[in-house]
């Protein structure tokens, strides 16, 4: 075991035997019959090395197999002896995660595009078996707050696989910007996709940057983004936040909502919201498959947060509708819109992921994923019916928080959310009911962007706590002595061009001039987590 | 030639055949005896196709030749036919150029890193052959005002073996910060690569953003860029900006300098400048030992621009050292001190280059290549001497000035430089002499980046100009109907993601709120046109 300092150590069990075993020019990349596509997973993660890794049918080299015995969908296990390597699993999952560990028993330059000169690729020899207790294991990026191109995406997939996340989640719409090309509907991103400047300084609506700021993903973006995704073991989560968040899509097709609006330049929760009424229903499943038909993954998440209805208790084709349903309560209709959408979704083969207040609304169907920020009450909710909760807390896996209480932490929405506060994150708590822990599939940190202008800065706000996380989710439970296995990792993450250094303190950026936000953050989400039995929309916000 | 819409056409000769070509998975890739190493390097480009392309050593397919009678050191000849595909050149680097030719001719998707689904790789049968009119075809990144990590480097080579750009030229120090790491001088990079904050608003050094910026490429990861640069046929040119431009070098190490120096948050020039003694040669001698050590290109520039050498007169350490040479003129010493890092670096197998106020002040050896920036005075002079000369004269070469004079133009430094301006750009006029115009080896861009503060705003300021300027490059002179071949260029551009699109206006951002910088600027450049047999450092700026 100590001569795995592997990041993700539980379950391991590592033996350690003597010697080392040097991948070389000479060595040969060997699939058992039945493991070629694995070979070649294992040939596009060790591709930095710049060893050609020439087939072979037989002989020694790495040794890439697929076997059922090797329990679990992401299990694997390796062996490195003097004599070559051995990686096998039941899946070709389970095979990358057997490379990443194997990169990282190598020099950090393993990390790299290309290593420098003189790099030798020596493994201890040793045996190493893991897997993860956690099956959703991931990260958000809002790329609607400010928008963070393709490659800052694929870069972020690297990082994600690096680390056994296997779910990255975009926030793709929201009153900010819409960030998805439409064929269809072109002013989605030839109008939602834009505005003409943005907050400068949080609660301070009034003064702004005077920067006009925009983008976003073509449908044929997409469908690379998750192919890219998909070929390091990551599968992309798409978010269309409903039916609140709506600025973006109503500034471009008003005639889904009440009055004028225009893509904000402000944060904070809009009134902004769609009629849930049946022209709308068809206009966002015709959205929806543009977007599945380029995305092949799983899942949509379809938002359901922060949503005020009060438009719907006014506007006569809403209530007519609700006649018509014979619906009288905003919440109802809520949770009719979100399950006709979630049926869709159904229909095309995705299961709805959703946040918990849609769950809480009734948005949710039998094969939801409920999404649970605002504390517990809704993860344990959701855990105790039939479905799979996602458990992601605001304290801890929001990243966009400040990292600590210094002085010296740039500008951020609120915090801290401390590196500690990471490490003891336990995603099913054992006071929690066997039923309820039994629920939680998985965690996942959350950047949100409003102050996180550039990728720069989402790699000082994400790293390293997302290190943490990523073991955190692995291994199932808060994680021990976490600070020196991340002090043999800073290495890794340098290599990556991960942050591009850990910047020294006065590099981190200007502050909020009192602290003052922080309280006031806090305050709301303590009032947020007392109402997790209903919809946000019934709360004074 | 109809069928073959390459953006870079002469010498192109097309001939047209019937019928197409599928790249499929069944296709293989022949490398002819000798060829091997030409072979990986199609394979490496055409990895985005995400075909196996399996080595065969006969057959058809993809067949990879080396052939001394292609001329030229990057001439490449390509033939499709229904039956397969020749690639055949005197050089890898001619293979690369047949390759993206190859890449051009298939659909878009073929610059993206993965294609989506149902892509089918067609190719239209015909010839093409092609060699480049001159050598040197590069562009230059400022990562000094503002830092850009290696990821975008790295995607800026691809977008530069694209465009048959081979130079991708690093200015890595100036005053406002220095970014190369240093095993042996560690405050190079621990100090001189940060600043507290950046002035905000054109010549108005009072007003700055209040956010610290820094950071900078450790030796590995210099390595690491330049080695994926050469696999893509492209040179990394570092510059360390010497004797002036040195605020940054001497925070960190103020006994090579006279007074007290900050890392400079504010742009325009500044009054800081080595001491040119004996100590401090050794010293940055010793700074590039470690930088071409890790490097392993042709060529190091040395800056030598903009240099104030005021200090100089009055210091007794340079004063004492110029009386101890003999020499009674600052721009002697400022000569002397040029030549002897040059010969440093010829002593280290590698080409100095320098601006022409390097050349003209007497600092050049005689295989050193003068950049000429300053108006054509001193690439005329550079030209008739035994030097290479680069032409890259103010207008049109440099991006960081406006594209347009239009009213939504984003802040710049001055302008414009249009798209008109780049395709008329003659390298090498025809008034020139027979000797002057020998001596020409090539053009770049300059992206200097003062205000240039992120990738995305890079992207929107290097094209489409950098694109205009490769066809000058290849060609050899002033390009016609460019704008027909941009149009079916920027579906390339787009797969590529470069620019996440061409912004609409509304996306242009802020503008100086009146046009006297560029007036400002245009007078300030004729009048350094008209000195340009001096260098600046006499030139009251």
Redesign the interface.
């Known amino acids: 075991m100590d001569r795995y300092e592997t990041l993700i150590p539980r379950p391991v069990t590592a033996r350690g035997e003597a010697g080392t075993f040097e991948l070389t020019r000479d060595t040969a990349l060997v699939a058992a019959p039945g493991a070629e596509d694995a070979a070649d997973a294992v040939r596009l993660l060790l591709a930095p090395l ?1 060893l050609p890794l020439r087939p072979a049918s037989d002989g020694t080299g790495l040794v890439v197999r697929l076997d059922p015995a090797v329990g679990g969908p992401e299990a694997y296990h390796l062996r490195v002896t003097p004599d070559g390597v051995e990686l096998s699993a039941s899946s070709v999952d389970g095979i990358r995660h057997a490379t990443q560990t194997l990169r990282q028993l190598l020099p950090d ?1 393993a990390w ?6 003189g790099t030798r690729w020596l493994l201890p020899c040793g045996t190493v078996s893991d897997a993860p207790a956690l099956a959703w294991r991931g990260g958000m990026l809002d790329v609607s707050r400010h ?1 963070f ?3 800052t995406v ?2 972020y997939v690297d990082l994600f696989a690096m680390h056994r996340l296997n779910r990255l989640h975009l926030h793709l719409t929201d009153d900010q910007g819409w960030r998805i090309e439409s064929r269809r509907y072109p002013r989605l991103h ?1 109008v939602a996709s ?1 505005r ?1 400047t943005t907050q400068a300084w949080y609660e301070r609506q009034d003064r702004t940057d ?7 993903f ?4 997409l ?2 983004m998750s ?2 995704a998909a ?1 390091r073991g990551v599968t992309l989560v798409p978010e269309i936040d409903l039916p609140g968040h709506a600025s973006a899509l109503l500034a471009a097709y008003p005639e889904l909502g009440v009055g004028a609006h225009t893509v904000r330049s402000g944060w904070g929760i809009s009134e902004a919201v769609v009629k849930p009424v049946p022209a709308t229903v068809r206009f966002l499943t015709d959205v929806l498959a543009e977007l599945t038909d ?1 995305l ?1 993954g799983s899942y949509v998440h379809l938002g359901g947060d922060e949503c005020l209805l009060r438009d719907w208790t006014t506007d006569p084709d809403v209530t007519g509708y609700m006649n018509t349903l014979g619906i009288t309560d905003p919440v109802d209709l809520f949770g009719h819109f979100l399950r006709e959408l979630a049926g869709y979704l159904s229909s095309r083969g995705r299961r709805a992921v959703m946040w918990d207040e849609g769950y809480v609304g009734g948005g949710a169907l039998p094969d939801t994923i409920v999404t649970a920020w605002r504390g517990d009450g809704g993860a344990r909710r959701g855990g105790g019916a039939a479905d799979d909760v996602g458990r992601w807390p605001v304290y801890p896996t929001y990243f966009d928080y400040d990292q600590s209480d210094g002085a010296d932490e740039p500008l951020s929405i609120g915090g801290p959310v401390t590196l500690p506060d990471v490490t003891a994150f336990d995603p099913a708590p054992a006071d929690w009911s066997d039923t309820e822990r039994a629920h939680v599939i998985g965690v996942q940190f959350q950047a949100w962007s409003e102050y996180i202008p ?3 800065h989402l790699d000082y706000m994400v790293f390293p706590r997302a290190c943490a996380l990523a073991e955190v989710a692995w291994t199932g439970g808060a994680t021990a002595n976490f600070d020196a296995r991340l002090a043999g990792h800073l290495g890794r993450l ?2 990556a ?1 991960c942050g ?2 850990p ?2 303190k ?5 502050r909020r001039a009192d602290g003052t936000p922080i309280a006031r953050v806090r305050a709301h989400l303590e009032k947020l987590s007392a109402h997790a039995d209903v919809p946000t929309s019934l709360v004074s916000m």
């Open positions: 710049r330059a790299r595009s290309a290593p420098p000169a928008f191109g393709k490659h694929m870069r030839e834009h003409p005077g920067t006009p700021h925009g983008g976003y073509t449908l044929d973006d469908a690379e192919t890219y070929d380029a092949p550039d990728a720069r340098s290599a061009g591009d250094r910047p020294p006065s590099e981190r950026g200007r």
